[in-house]
């Protein structure tokens, strides 16, 4: 009751506010929020009538939001029962690219949640019928959201140790953690109307979903703090109650999936850590910390939480490579490319990531110009294949990798350069064929900026396409340029008969040679 008189003062702050300017359909949707609180609140307290009324409003409320109608909030009538039965359709759908899905699917929880704990039998029926279409709703958004820009999986979700959904400059995680976690109450609802009645098959079902998704969701929090015996012991957990049918990218691909995001979690720590030559700083353990406090093992027949040996050197942080490379070739098999196109890519660059993590731990240049090439031409055969209208962003982002990556090929034949190796070093005129290529790589990802009809780049970049680096990242980025920047002048001051022929980019360089320590000293400060 205490909780109800918040929410009654909260609903009139937003109502005074909305009155005092021009309804917004946020501001409805907000005001929809607290009345299917509200109606939650009575239902708790077995206010039925009241609460099928309240319940009723904020689905006439959500419903306006998606079609862009401002709802009366003077009449607030409760819906009819029966014609919210009759729709079996998500109505936030593809066409309205969901608009108001999280409160939509909220609504329809909370109603088919009511509806499965009146003690008539048709309404344990009806109960069903409105969360499978909660259901069908998550299942659609879920397609759509991971064919966008900024769509990504419940594993890719990052969270701090308040439990916060850590930020991300690139994934919309706060929505895909907002949608699963409704998911996971309108599975747990249609085990408990299923169960009701006494649909043992369809209960086991939703309930099997739900702590599997959980428990693999459970396994990347436990990584991300460094106890990765127990998040190997969620991911075992995870695999052994996933259902074995149908084996598809929700079942088999999912777990496989998981498991190679551990692996790849393990190998960059380890990564990271050598390269801040902090010898104070041990590799990566099991459990840094030992098990947290509120741990309990799962009761399945799966072993308990064991400390992980570590990972010291290159042959070990290659078994590790290994075992990620194995899960993400199972995935693949599940993702595939003619059906799932973006999940597919993403796992081929999970590929390519945990390449260039073993690659920056190899000590033999040799090796690391090969582990390079290789991924390079595939890369690049999967880039030049895909449907440049129908997956422009993601075009754009894998030539930037393909940039990247050719750049640090570059980087590395200078070295071999420098210092000979068994393999003979490339001639002056491979290097300008590697380098010319490494530009064309860039160059084509800069054209995937314009417009069609257009030849020069837009003034203005969307957020969701700007490559955003760390402070860090940026820093030593800026410092590699610099070095470039005095190589050149150097080999001008070599060679004084190009001074007439280069005046325009001797004179760039040497502004560039001046300009480039202050931007280094902006990002220090």
Not at 74 to 85: F, M, Q, S, V, Y
Not at 157 to 163: A, K, Q, R, S
């Amino acid at each position: 009751f205490q909780a109800r008189e918040q929410a009654e003062k909260l609903l009139e702050a937003i109502e005074k506010k909305v009155s005092a300017s021009e309804q917004t359909l946020e501001a409805q949707d907000q005001i929809c929020r607290v009345t299917l609180f509200w109606g939650n609140n009575h239902s708790e307290t077995e206010e039925d009538a009241a609460a099928l009324k309240l319940f009723g409003s904020a689905y006439h409320m959500v419903v306006a939001c998606i079609k862009g109608d401002i709802y009366d909030l003077e009449k607030r009538t409760g819906a009819d029962p029966a014609k919210i039965l009759k729709v079996e359709k998500p109505l936030s759908n593809v066409e309205n690219k969901f608009a108001f899905v999280t409160t939509y699917t909220d609504v329809l929880n909370s109603i088919g949640a009511y509806l499965a704990q009146r003690e008539e039998q048709l309404q344990v029926d009806d109960a069903r019928k409105v969360l499978h279409v909660a259901e069908r709703c998550y299942s659609h958004w879920d397609a759509w959201f991971l064919q966008q820009d900024d769509g990504c999986r419940i594993v890719d979700v990052e969270y701090n140790v308040d439990g916060k959904v850590k930020e991300h400059s690139k994934l919309n995680v706060h929505w895909r953690h907002q949608m699963d976690s409704i998911f996971t109450s309108t599975l747990f609802f249609l085990a408990q109307a299923n169960s009701l009645k006494a649909d043992v098959r369809l209960a086991s079902k939703y309930c099997h979903l739900t702590m599997a998704t959980n428990a693999l969701q459970l396994s990347s929090f436990y990584s991300q703090e460094g106890y990765y015996g127990c998040a190997l012991h969620c991911l075992e957990a995870g695999k052994h109650v996933m259902p074995k049918k149908p084996a598809d990218e929700e079942t088999f691909g999912f777990v496989a999936w998981s498991f190679a995001k551990f692996y790849k979690g393990r190998l960059r720590s380890f990564v990271e850590k050598l390269e801040s030559h902090d010898s104070s700083v041990p590799m990566v353990s099991s459990d840094q910390l030992g098990r947290a406090e509120w741990w309990i093992d799962f009761p399945l027949p799966i072993n308990s939480p064991t400390s992980l040996p570590l990972i010291k050197n290159f042959n070990e942080s290659k078994k590790e490579f290994l075992a990620a490379l194995t899960h993400l070739k199972e995935a693949k098999k599940y993702y595939l490319i003619d059906i799932s196109c973006t999940n597919h890519i993403k796992i081929l660059q999970d590929q390519c990531e945990i390449l260039q993590m073993l690659a920056s731990v190899e000590s033999d240049c040799d090796q690391q110009i090969l582990m390079q090439m290789m991924w390079l031409k595939y890369l690049e055969k999967i880039t030049y294949e895909l449907n440049p209208q129908a997956y422009t962003t993601l075009i754009c982002h894998l030539l930037f990798d393909l940039g990247d990556i050719s750049s640090y090929i570059l980087d590395l034949r200078i070295e071999q350069r420098k210092n000979p190796t068994k393999t003979r070093a490339y001639s002056d005129k491979k290097m300008n064929k590697l380098s010319n290529r490494t530009k064309k790589f860039y160059w084509d990802f800069l054209d995937t900026f314009k417009e069609r009809d257009q030849s020069h780049l837009p003034k203005k970049i969307e957020k969701d396409l700007q490559f955003l680096k760390s402070p860090k990242e940026e820093y030593d980025s800026i410092g590699n340029a610099l070095e470039r920047y005095k190589e050149c002048l150097a080999f001008v001051t070599n060679n004084p008969t190009l001074n007439g022929v280069l005046e325009q980019e001797i004179a760039l360089a040497r502004e560039m040679v001046t300009l480039l320590p202050g931007k280094q000293k902006e990002l220090m400060r």
